[in-house]
């Protein structure tokens, strides 16, 4: 892994860089794309004082905003390398989310040792929350009027908390028929302004974007550099908690706009520099296979970029023109990583296994399982790896999947019993002593 100019030098401010053409700007801009080259930009920041120090044993970072919450919060412990001149800024709290084992998981999916990382215990139930803390923050800061974003339904969700909480109006795009309850429920209810848009994910990100750059509404979606920002949070508390000096040999996640992958990548990438990790996992980036342009890009070595019409059940990565392309494939060079297509039966499959562990996750989550079993299967991870899986979303997101999964004739379908009120009913479903 390349370890120059990751960082400015300490003391400067942070900035935003096109990766592309270089050109830069200041880290109060609301761009999310170079001006120049249309290039996604990323943020520099100074090297942290304290090095390692900085990821390893993070200060808590109660004094940045005026509630407290902040204190509390999993992604403004790491200010240092989110946004380190943040103040007031707009905490639900978010992350400090479990990492947990379970053995019915790990067996299924036939690896020597399987962790957990459940990013759906955040506020709104998904990992965007990380991303936009940081995004809503940034937001505030350049004096935005509005903010916007379009949505498979956990963007959405999270923004409309966020921007309810800094009082700034909300407007999610999201697909018609194409999102699932709990999210819809959640964008309404927080108070946006909903916008069912007759097409897919992909159109509804171009207008979006056409929207930011036409009106000036600031653009919360993860080609907006901050997300990117709060989102490498999930890889630095994960390595808190295997131990930044045992970290696993992959990490597993689901993949849609690749933002999160990115994101990923770009956390391990300035971890390795700092010094922080003896050695760098391996990213694994899962993708249903009727949503996986970027699985068909790595088959072929990234050789070009690949545009697919999405179609899967799992709703949140329905998604055929991946907005963070490069920042993906950079993530999957520079950890030796993978990725993997799945067949919906087998996130379904997953998904089920999950669930009935207890611990339970929304349908796209189920990939990153699902794609570890695949890849042990193939023999691409060994029988003796450790892997953390992240499960991006919470099981309560959507409800209709699940139900409809356990009313079929799936292997591991638990349909309710229908009885009449009589307790000699109940009776016979009781195991006898
Ligand atoms: N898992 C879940 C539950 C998601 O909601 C998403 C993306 C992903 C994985 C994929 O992450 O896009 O960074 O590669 N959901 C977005 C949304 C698109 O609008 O909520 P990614």
Redesign the pocket.
């Known amino acids: 892994m390349n370890a120059t100019t990751l960082f400015l030098d300490p003391g400067s401010e942070s900035r935003l860089v096109c990766p592309a053409c270089a050109l830069a700007y200041p880290a109060g801009a609301p761009v999310s794309e170079c001006e120049s080259c249309g290039a996604l930009l990323e943020v520099l920041h100074p090297r942290p004082a304290d090095g390692a120090a900085a990821l390893r044993s993070p200060a808590p970072a109660a004094a940045l905003d005026a509630s407290g919450a902040a204190g509390a919060s999993g992604v403004w412990r790491y200010h240092q390398l989110v946004m380190p001149a943040a103040t007031d800024v707009v905490s639900w709290p978010e992350g400090r989310t479990p990492f947990v084992r379970s053995e019915a998981v790990r067996q299924w999916t036939g690896v020597a040792d399987l962790r957990i990382k459940h ?2 215990m955040n506020p709104t139930g ?3 929350d990380r991303g936009m803390t940081a995004a809503v923050t940034h937001a505030v800061h350049t004096g935005a009027r509005a903010i916007a ?10 923004l409309a908390a966020y921007a309810a909480i800094a009082g700034l109006p909300a407007l999610v795009l ?1 697909p018609e028929g194409k999102v699932a309850t709990g ?1 819809l429920a959640q964008a309404t209810a927080y108070g946006a302004t909903v916008l069912l848009v007759d097409g897919d ?1 992909d159109s509804c990100l171009e207008l979006v974007r056409a929207a930011s750059r036409e009106l000036g509404v600031y653009l919360a ?2 080609v907006n550099p901050w997300r990117i920002e709060g ?1 490498k949070t999930i890889a630095w508390e994960l390595l808190g908690q295997t131990g930044w000096d045992s970290p696993p040999d992959w990490i597993a ?11 990923l990548g770009k956390a391990l990438r300035e971890a390795h520099a700092l010094g922080a990790l003896p050695r760098v996992p391996r990213i694994l ?1 899962v993708q249903a296979a009727g949503a996986a342009p970027f699985a068909q890009g790595f088959e072929h070595g990234f050789a070009e970029r690949v545009r697919v019409h999405a179609e899967t059940v ?1 709703s ?2 329905r ?1 055929g023109d ?3 392309w490069e920042r ?1 494939v950079r993530a999957i060079h520079e950890t030796n990583g993978a990725v993997a297509a799945v067949s919906d039966d087998e996130i379904l499959d997953a998904k089920a296994v999950i669930d009935a562990a207890g611990i339970g ?2 349908p ?2 189920a ?1 990153s399982v699902a794609g570890v079993r695949a890849l042990r299967s193939r023999g691409v991870i060994a029988a003796d790896a450790t892997v953390a899986c992240i499960l ?2 919470h099981l309560l ?1 959507d409800p209709d999947t699940t139900i409809a999964y356990h009313g079929g004739s799936g292997a591991r379908a638990n349909p309710p019993v229908r009885i009449s009120a009589d307790l000699r009913e109940i009776r016979r479903l009781v195991p006898s002593a």
Request: charged content about 10%; proline content about 4%.
């Open positions: 990013e759906g998904s990992f965007k974003c379009a949505s498979t339904g956990n963007t959405a969700a999270s999201v999210k994910f979606n993860s989102q996640l689901p993949a849609g706009a690749l933002g999160n992958t990115g994101a980036s799992a949140a990565i998604i991946p907005a963070s993906g996750c929304e796209a989550s990939a991006t979303g997101k």
